[in-house]
């Protein structure tokens, strides 16, 4: 089951093959938990985002039409669910937590520290430098980042999570990577 496209297991699941929605989740579970962690920083609440993306998902199996790339209408709902989350957590006066930790299929690589004590600390601090750069950065700027440069996403991919035009994408990122430029000489110059 595993070579069929994401669509024709959207089919299926739609006539009740949940094998077929559980091989969705399969695939898509974990860089949906990454891009949801990196948006709220907190690896319990993006896992919980995550689950009440495809509990969405599910509810509204009838109603997909493959206009667009499956994976943009995923991470569109765990946008969504991850906006409203920050918007109730503000509300709530909840400050984010984060924790950068160092995932295998990360695309923030510093540098390849090796087992040098004196490389290791160096690297844990940048990655520090840039956990808070990231932090600083408004949602709308982080999640531009994040689509592109950690999950890899076109333009075209990331206009349609954010409902945006692609010139608006585009524009943002230049933004979100000025600014984030920007906060990492702020918060550490000399390191970088």
């Known amino acids: 089951m595993s070579d069929l496209t994401d669509w024709e297991l959207v089919a299926r699941a739609r006539s009740g093959d949940m094998d077929a929605f559980g091989q969705l989740v399969h695939r898509y579970e974990r860089p949906l938990v990454h891009f949801c962690y990196r948006m709220v920083g907190s690896q319990q609440d993006?896992?919980?985002?995550?689950?009440?993306?495809?509990?969405?998902?599910?509810?509204?199996?009838?109603?997909?039409?493959?206009?667009?790339?499956?994976?943009?209408?995923?991470?569109?709902?765990?946008?969504?669910?991850?906006?409203?989350?920050?918007?109730?957590?503000?509300?709530?006066?909840?400050?984010?937590?984060?924790?950068m930790t160092r995932e295998d299929d990360s695309e923030v690589v510093v540098e390849d520290v090796g087992h040098r004590p004196d490389a290791v600390a160096r690297h844990k601090e940048i990655e520090g430098l840039i956990e808070r750069a990231l932090e600083d950065l408004s949602p709308e700027h982080r999640e531009i980042l994040i689509l592109r440069e950690m999950q890899g996403m076109d333009y075209e991919a990331i206009a349609s999570v954010v409902q945006c035009q692609?010139?608006?994408?585009?524009?943002?990122?230049?933004?979100?990577?000025?600014?984030?430029?920007?906060?990492?000489?702020?918060?550490?110059?000399?390191?970088?």
């Open 46 to 99: 993006a896992q919980d985002i995550a689950q009440d993306s495809f509990v969405r998902l599910y509810r509204y199996l009838q109603r997909l039409t493959p206009d667009a790339k499956f994976s943009t209408v995923l991470f569109g709902m765990a946008r969504n669910l991850t906006l409203n989350f920050l918007r109730d957590s503000a509300r709530r006066g909840r400050g984010r937590v984060l924790s």
């Open 166 to 192: 692609k010139g608006t994408v585009k524009s943002r990122l230049a933004r979100a990577r000025e600014q984030l430029r920007l906060r990492l000489i702020e918060l550490g110059g000399e390191l970088l």
